[in-house]
Nanobody, 118 residues
Framework: QVHLVESGGGLVQPGGSLRLSCAVS????????MAWYRQAPGKVRELVAD???????NIRDSVKGRFTISTDSATNTVSLHMDRLQPEDTAVYLC????????????WGQGTQVTVSS
């Protein structure tokens, strides 16, 4: 069974940086499409970034140039590197894993809170 555990969230000042990590157990991280979603209070959940089998990645336009996604096969983790954070980046960030875009199996972590405030 695939199990995902996010970490690295917290309080950061505008313009600051933060790295989120998602530890994957039960499968190899590079065997999956890994993704980071976020959901702010009163707003719909949105896809932030994904990475396909540890290779090609896709970044949401609103964070492109500030956020990057990567996997580390040695530690079996997927990370989201966030630079120049803004208050509108405040949200619960969730890790997701699936075998394919149309896969019926969708695995979620519990989420980690990111708060950007002065």
């Amino acid at each position: 069974q695939v199990h995902l555990v996010e970490s690295g969230g917290g309080l950061v000042q505008p313009g600051g940086s933060l790295r989120l990590s998602c530890a994957v157990s039960g499968s190899a991280v590079n065997d999956y499409i890994m993704a980071w979603y976020r959901q702010a209070p009163g707003k719909v959940r949105e896809l932030v970034a994904d990475i396909i089998n540890g290779g090609h990645s896709n970044i949401r336009d609103s964070v492109k140039g500030r956020f990057t996604i990567s996997t580390d096969s040695a530690t079996n983790t997927v990370s989201l590197h966030m630079d120049r954070l803004q208050p509108e980046d405040t949200a619960v960030y969730l890790c997701n894993a699936k075998k394919a875009y149309f896969s019926a199996n969708n695995h979620w972590g519990q989420g980690t809170q990111v708060t950007v405030s002065s």
